[in-house]
């Protein structure tokens, strides 16, 4: 059985600007890490190959210089890494972006069947975190978000059995293999690459697929497959905050002052 696991090479949003012109991030000098979620995907996904003996792949899309990132993975001891990488696939929204993702599973499972597939619960870049249900869904296999601790895991029957980080409580749920997990921060700690293995990832293979591999339709993945356009980008700005009121005392004058203040701004209607 395999494991799969998806990452994404991104900016390192400490550092992002954006440019006041244009409106669009200013990229230039900027550095790429590996999306920070994804590191606990990767995780997961080796912990449970040193427990059951998978095989982990480390599929990633993006362009030519994201091989850096799938040199990480390899260090980190992953069986095969692969690139999705070409120009059809530039400029892909989460919609465009599973499509692609999703046909390369499936190419992958033709010689190897995958029982899990991991991805980080969103990206540092987009925060949509649609990619991965968008995956479980072309694929037609159970979806598991947000998973902050893999309690059980029985290859031969194929089942497992998950905790799910909720708002406030806790959810668990068992479901059958295959499977695609989104995982959170608290699920572990990822390991760090050690110089042997650094060593060798710089001798192995990174394979790169591009869309004569896949053959998909160029009408549903890229720029051409995808329906969301971004029309603006900006910075969050909020307003200095502003204490009203006695809420300890008089907490009715208080929400009355409240409601005044929203009225007046034209914020709230009764």
């Known amino acids: 059985m395999q494991i799969v696991a998806c990452i994404k ?29 994804d590191t606990h995907a990767l995780e997961e996904s ?47 929204d989460t919609l465009a972006t599973s499509n692609v993702l999703t046909e390369a599973i499936r190419k992958l499972g033709e010689t190897d069947e995958v029982g899990i597939i991991f991805c980080g619960k969103q990206t540092i870049d987009g925060d949509t975190a649609q990619v991965g249900p968008g995956i479980a869904t072309r694929l037609g296999c159970t979806q598991l978000t947000l998973v902050d601790k893999i309690l059980e895991l ?19 749920v068992e479901a059958p293999l295959p499977v695609m997990i989104t995982v959170v921060r608290e699920l572990n700690r990822p390991r760090y690459p050690t110089v042997p293995g650094r060593l060798e990832s710089m001798e192995r293979e990174v394979e790169f697929w591009n ?28 307003d200095k905050g502003e204490m009203i009121g006695d809420g300890v005392h008089d907490p009715v004058g208080t929400a009355n002052l409240l409601i005044d203040k929203l009225l007046s701004k034209d914020l709230l209607s009764i």
């Open 154 to 172: 029985d290859p031969i029957k194929k089942r497992i059995k998950v905790s799910r980080k909720l708002e406030g409580r806790h959810e668990i």
């Open 46 to 92: 080796l912990r449970l190959r040193d427990k059951f003996g998978f095989n982990v792949t480390a599929i990633s899309m993006g362009p030519p210089n994201a091989e850096a990132t799938l040199r990480k993975a390899l260090a980190l001891g992953v069986d095969r890494a692969v690139l999705l990488t070409d120009r059809v696939f530039g400029g892909a």
């Open 9 to 37: 090479q991104v900016p390192d949003t400490t550092q992002v600007q954006i440019d006041p012109v244009t409106n669009t991030l200013v990229r230039e000098g900027i550095p790429f890490i590996v999306n920070p979620y």
């Open 211 to 238: 869309n004569q591999t896949l053959k998909l339709d160029e009408q549903s993945i890229g720029l051409k497959g995808s329906p969301t356009w971004v029309s603006k980008i900006f910075s969050p700005q909020r």
